[in-house]
């Protein structure tokens, strides 16, 4: 079956730009996460989405990060205004459980979205 | 706040060499930690996942420890060939959240035919 998907594969910015990064999690996966992996670094967590509820968006960096999973499946990120230190590459992942009940499921990673901004 | 090192940042061996990456992280009250493989340009793709209960998992080539009152887990690879090059990342799912992993910065591995 599909894994997880992404689009675009890679996106450039002029800063100030607004840009939009689509995930689609494997078909029936209650979980989604975003991760942001600056060159160099292991990836780190920005938000949780258990069907279309955002549980947890601790990780976001700044108010200008915002993202959504209005029918609990495709989830989008955005980032308004964008600035060259938003430069990474952006991960989408999906498990199959609820985070809360299911904490010993593993995660599946799509390829993931370069965004450089100059 | 959990922190998860990972021992060395590269490693470069001959083909059929055995070897041995290190994890470390400094909370030990883990749900399970999970050793991923990134090649350059794609995203991760899971090689191994230990539940906090397990002390090691095997698949293939690979054999990955977890100790997890010292906080520490190992990926061993033997034979080397040079289609596992790449970068080998540790991740673990901490009690409480249950949710996000904590990724360490990864080993970039260069096998040499």
């Known amino acids: 079956g599909a894994g997880v998907s992404q689009s675009p594969r890679y996106k450039v910015a002029k800063r100030g730009q607004d840009v939009a990064l689509r995930c689609d999690p494997i078909?029936?996966?209650?979980?989604l996460f975003w991760y942001q992996q600056a060159l160099g670094q292991g990836p780190e967590f920005l938000t949780y989405?258990?069907?279309?509820?955002?549980?947890?968006k601790s990780g976001l960096p700044s108010d200008r990060f915002f993202a959504e999973r209005p029918e609990g499946s495709v989830s989008t990120l955005k980032i308004q205004r964008t600035q060259q230190e938003d430069s990474a590459v952006y991960l989408c992942?999906?498990?199959?459980?609820?985070?809360?009940?299911?904490?010993?499921?593993?995660?599946?990673f799509g390829p993931g979205t370069r965004l450089t901004v100059l | 706040k959990q922190e998860v090192t990972q021992i060395p940042a590269a490693l470069s061996v001959p083909e059929g060499e055995n070897l041995v990456l290190n994890c470390s992280f400094t909370?030990?009250?883990?749900?399970?930690l999970q050793w991923f493989r990134q090649d350059p340009g794609k995203g991760l793709t899971s090689l191994l996942l230990i539940q906090s209960s397990q002390r090691e998992q095997t698949s293939g080539r690979l054999n990955a420890s977890l100790d997890k009152s010292s906080g520490r887990s190992t990926l061993y690879i033997a034979a080397s060939q040079p289609g596992d090059s790449a970068t080998y990342l540790c991740?673990?799912?901490?009690?409480?959240?249950?949710?996000?992993?904590?990724f360490g910065s990864g080993t970039q591995l260069t096998v040499l035919p």
């Open positions: 992942a999906s498990s199959s459980g609820r985070a809360g009940l299911s904490p010993l499921l593993a995660q599946y």
């Open positions: 078909s029936g996966h209650v979980s």
């Open positions: 991740a673990v799912k901490v009690s409480g959240s249950a949710r996000q992993l904590t």
């Open positions: 989405f258990q069907n279309e509820a955002q549980l947890d």
């Open positions: 909370d030990s009250a883990i749900y399970n």
